[in-house]
């Protein structure tokens, strides 16, 4: 099928700068262009709100776990679903084709390092992840997350989580593998 293309237009100074970053990233500057137009349509499809305004809440969520924010403890667990479901948005938004399970793995590892979690699949995926002592994200905290993103990217009765001292165990079914 043929490709049907429609010009845009845009500041000089921006599409040079586009320009730039398309070299940068060694793809082309139509490439880059429909990466980002797809990215901000489907960002505003899952009504967010303003898809600029998106990548705002993330550098400030990041910001703020940074220097330590501490959340009120009546609010905490729903505040910390809430990231979770904020992070699957972006990070969906950023790659349309991104696998569910792929990244809560990714996302867990970074959180308590990948040592810490364990992956089974056999007919339902297990992510097992045994949370550290040290860690500077606590088991609840994370918990949060995790239901967050879950619900977000997979919906209710897609997963369950079971908790236990030091461990979270997240049952996912589905088809998919996870790396």
């Not at 730039?20 to 500057?29: G, I, Q």
């Not at 139509?30 to 960002?43: A, F, G, V």
């Not at 056999?122 to 997350?145: C, D, H, R, Y």
């Amino acid at each position: 099928m043929p490709v049907t293309r429609r010009m845009l237009a845009a500041d000089v100074e921006l599409a040079q700068r586009l320009s730039e970053l398309a070299r940068k990233h060694k793809t082309s500057l139509y490439s880059l262009t429909n990466r980002l137009i797809k990215s901000y349509l489907h960002i505003e499809s899952l009504g967010y709100g303003d898809p600029l305004e998106a990548a705002v809440d993330f550098a400030l969520v990041n910001s703020l776990l940074a220097v330590g924010f501490k959340l009120q403890p009546s609010q905490e667990t729903q505040n910390w679903r809430e990231l979770g479901e904020t992070l699957w948005l972006l990070a969906s938004a950023r790659n349309l084709q991104l696998d569910p399970k792929t990244f809560l793995v990714r996302l867990v590892s970074i959180l308590v390092d990948r040592k810490n979690v364990m992956i089974e699949a056999s007919g339902e995926t297990n992510i097992l992840v045994a949370i550290p002592s040290n860690s500077s994200i606590k088991q609840e905290q994370l918990k949060g997350i995790i239901e967050g993103v879950a619900r977000s990217a997979l919906g209710d009765g897609s997963f369950s989580l079971q908790e236990k001292t030091g461990i979270l165990i997240v049952k996912i079914r589905s088809q998919a593998s996870c790396d």
